[in-house]
Nanobody
Framework: QVQLVESGGGLVQAGGSLRLSCVAS????????MGWYRQAPGKQRELVAD???????NYTDSVKGRFTISRGNAKNTVYLQMNSLKAEDTAVYYC?????????WGQGTQVTVSS
């Protein structure tokens, strides 16, 4: 039905940058909501940033000023530009999409920030 595929994760040094991408495919007319969550070992999954179809964005305090979420022109894609990365940002990052009244999750992509 709907599949979310993330890309762009990897290993980066502290202070570096990564850009994550998530592409939604399947049978749907529009996406109401897209967001990025992350989960570090031993921790709960937490919201990193999200964006509505109207372009309103929201960020968790720890990434404000460093990360930027945006929607692609095709509107089935969401990006997360991550700058000034810290070791604390190391986690599996998951894409989330709201389509109609349903919620979908990607498989996750690993981001590792070395000290």
């Amino acid at each position: 039905q709907v599949q979310l595929v993330e890309s762009g994760g990897g290993l980066v040094q502290a202070g570096g940058s990564l850009r994550l991408s998530c592409v939604a495919s399947g049978t749907f007319l529009s996406i109401n909501y897209m967001g990025w969550y992350r989960q570090a070992p031993g921790k709960q999954r937490e919201l990193v940033a999200d964006i509505t179809s109207g372009g309103s964005t929201n960020y968790t305090d720890s990434v404000k000023g460093r990360f930027t979420i945006s929607r692609g022109n095709a509107k089935n894609t969401v990006y997360l530009q991550m700058n000034s990365l810290k070791a604390e940002d190391t986690a599996v990052y998951y894409c989330k999409a709201g389509i109609f009244q349903y919620t979908y999750w990607g498989q996750g992509t690993q981001v590792t920030v070395s000290s």
